[in-house]
């Protein structure tokens, strides 16, 4: 399965980015399989956004406050985040991957974690 993240690049303090992964060899609605955003920010480990599962359900990490969405297009085979009310802390490499169940919620999430990752899209967030 491979992932590929797409994104502004650049956005504004209090604008919503919005990022996309476009999942190529396999199918977001295969069975137990769930697709989660991860991103790192710069000097700081792994951190676990939030996720859908293959039959639809979300998933989001209290640490952003609802300013998460994470919806999906079956027939793209893509599914995306949206953050909003973003800040100069929101500055970070974003990633999509794939894994199981036990990946939800994962406080130190590691790339051994995921059976598979993208290559990440670098979002910096400056007026």
């Known amino acids: 399965v491979q992932l590929q993240e797409t994104s502004p690049g650049l956005v504004k303090p209090s604008q919503t980015l919005a990022l996309i992964c476009t999942v190529s060899?396999?199918?977001?609605?295969?069975?137990?399989?769930?697709w989660s955003w991860i991103r790192q920010p710069p000097g700081k480990d792994l951190e676990w956004m939030g996720a859908?599962?293959?039959?639809?359900?979300?998933y989001y990490s209290s640490s952003f406050e609802g300013r998460t969405s994470i919806s999906r297009d079956t027939s793209k085979n893509q599914f995306t985040l949206q953050l909003r009310s973003v800040t100069l802390e929101d500055t970070a490499k974003y990633y999509c991957?794939?894994?199981?169940?036990?990946?939800?919620?994962?406080?130190?999430?590691?790339?051994?974690?995921?059976?598979?990752w993208g290559q990440g899209t670098q979002v910096t967030v400056s007026s």
């Open positions: 991957a794939a894994g199981p169940r036990s990946t939800i919620a994962l406080v130190r999430p590691t790339t051994s974690d995921f059976t598979s």
């Open positions: 859908i599962s293959y039959s639809g359900e979300r």
């Open positions: 060899g396999g199918s977001i609605t295969a069975s137990a399989s769930y």
